[in-house]
T-cell receptor
Framework: GQQLNQSPQSMFIQEGEDVSMNCTSS?????WLWYKQDPGEGPVLLIA?????ELTSNGRLTAQFGITRKDSFLNISASIPSDVGIYFC??????????????FGKGTHLIIQP | GAVVSQHPSRVICKSGTSVKIECRSL??????MFWYRQFPKQSLMLMAT?????????EQGVEKDKFLINHASLTLSTLTVTSAHPEDSSFYIC???????????FGPGTRLLVL
């Protein structure tokens, strides 16, 4: 089956630093999504990307859909304490109108040191 | 908008009993709902895809007779874990999708503990 390689696995940063994480795949995805999950809760959508090359921002978050459709990155600028959590990339291989489920990366655990 | 709820939020049951988990889209109609399972410190793994009014499609390795899925309306899907065993203890999360959009919105999850 499809696999997503997400890195880094964890990040220890200082408040105010910028963060970058990425996902790569051996196969093409038509949709890339980035989610944040807090402990004991469901994932919350941060950014959705639907076109190769697309660059989308949501406040301090920026994500891009790689031109090869096999990768995506998420950047967080000027991190704050509430950014702590686990970030997941997710990809969907199906074409528009399909009902495919998502393939998730293994997550990046973001820890912010005071 | 795009709120998905799950009930119950956590459940403890005895081995051999069955547990039903509900997933509801509160402010939109979801023709497709998905069920995921997440073990501690791991990622979400898709279990099955549920389409309103039709049989669910299960991922490889997921027993359809053990994890019964019903999607009776455009706002409700249920997952029943039958004859639960301790190894079924996990975090079960549903998601729902607008009929013509790609994005999935997730529920808050249900923590199942089988004793």
């Amino acid at each position: 089956g499809q696999q997503l390689n997400q890195s880094p696995q964890s990040m220890f940063i200082q408040e105010g630093e910028d963060v970058s994480m990425n996902c790569t795949s051996s196969s093409i995805f038509n949709t890339w999504l980035w989610y944040k999950q807090d402990p004991g809760e469901g994932p919350v959508l941060l950014i959705a990307l639907y076109k190769a090359g697309e660059l989308t921002s949501n406040g301090r978050l920026t994500a891009q859909f790689g031109i090869t459709r096999k990768d995506s990155f998420l950047n967080i600028s000027a991190s704050i304490p509430s950014d702590v959590g686990i970030y997941f990339c997710a990809g969907r291989a199906g074409s528009g109108g399909g009902a495919d489920g998502l393939t998730f990366g293994k997550g990046t655990h973001l820890i912010i040191q005071p | 908008g795009a709120v998905v709820s799950q009930h119950p939020s956590r459940v403890i049951c005895k081995s051999g009993t069955s547990v039903k988990i509900e997933c509801r889209s509160l402010d939109f109609q979801a023709t497709t709902m998905f069920w995921y399972r997440q073990f501690p410190k791991q990622s979400l793994m898709l279990m099955a895809t549920s389409n309103e009014g039709s049989k669910a499609t299960y991922e490889q390795g997921v027993e359809k007779d053990k994890f019964l899925i019903n999607h009776a309306s455009l706002t409700l899907s249920t997952l029943t874990v039958t004859s639960a065993h301790p190894e079924d203890s996990s975090f079960y999360i549903c998601s729902a999708r607008y009929s013509l959009q790609e994005t999935q919105y997730f529920g808050p999850g249900t923590r199942l503990l089988v004793l």
